[in-house]
């Protein structure tokens, strides 16, 4: 591993940056800038692809050396060969999809494991904005209004698990974060970010 260069991540990246092992192949969809490809090819010696449709985060993704393919991710991952990577990470990108099992079913074809994070809608502040106060909750995790925000799905852990069920996905590992912090106890009641490594 190469240690010389050390990148700081947030904390949501950072999780899963620990869930990858060393010299994988690692295909980030909705990689945004490029920080988590960046730090794993520097630290652990990963090799990979970013896919990225904003064109400002391809370019500070190519800044920071990643290779970014940009492509919209609604038109799947018959790009990628089967079994052409053993991990896929999808970071808070799934409920902007359309077509969230078309993806859920790319992963699996495409790599060994996926990495899959969302905000949690089951979230008790969530709840609590729509059950006290009527209106759609705005969080850490989702900062948009409803008539703004790109997030078209909505879920919880108990919708993303059946999900997998569906799939044929097997939840591997599961953890929960809230206020950058780890979540055992309630998890879909305390955790505001969900995050799934899935087989």
């Not at 490809?37 to 800044?63: F, P, R, W």
């Not at 799934?94 to 809608?121: H, Y």
Request: charged share 20%.
């Amino acid at each position: 591993m190469n240690t010389s260069v050390c990148i700081a991540l947030r904390d949501d990246l950072q999780l899963i940056y620990d869930w990858i092992p060393e010299r994988s192949r690692v295909l980030d969809l909705g990689c945004g800038g490029g920080e988590l490809l960046a730090a794993l090819t520097a630290q652990k010696n990963c090799q990979g692809y970013g896919v990225e449709i904003d064109t400002d985060s391809v370019l500070a993704a190519m800044t920071r050396g990643v290779n970014v393919i940009q492509a919209d991710l609604e038109q799947g991952l018959r790009r990628f060969e089967e079994a052409s990577f053993d991990v896929i990470v999808l970071s808070q990108t799934i409920q902007a999809m359309q077509n969230t099992e078309t993806i859920l079913q790319g992963m699996r074809r495409v790599a060994k494991q996926a990495i899959v994070s969302f905000p949690n809608f089951g979230y008790w502040r969530n709840r609590l904005q729509i059950g006290l106060f009527g209106h759609m909750p705005v969080s850490e995790h989702m900062p948009y209004q409803w008539y703004n925000t790109p997030n078209i799905h909505w879920c919880t852990l108990e919708d993303f698990e059946r999900l997998c069920a569906k799939n044929q996905l097997t939840v591997l590992e599961r953890a929960v974060m809230s206020e950058h912090k780890r979540i055992t106890r309630f998890p879909n009641w305390r955790g505001s970010l969900a995050f799934y490594r899935v087989g």
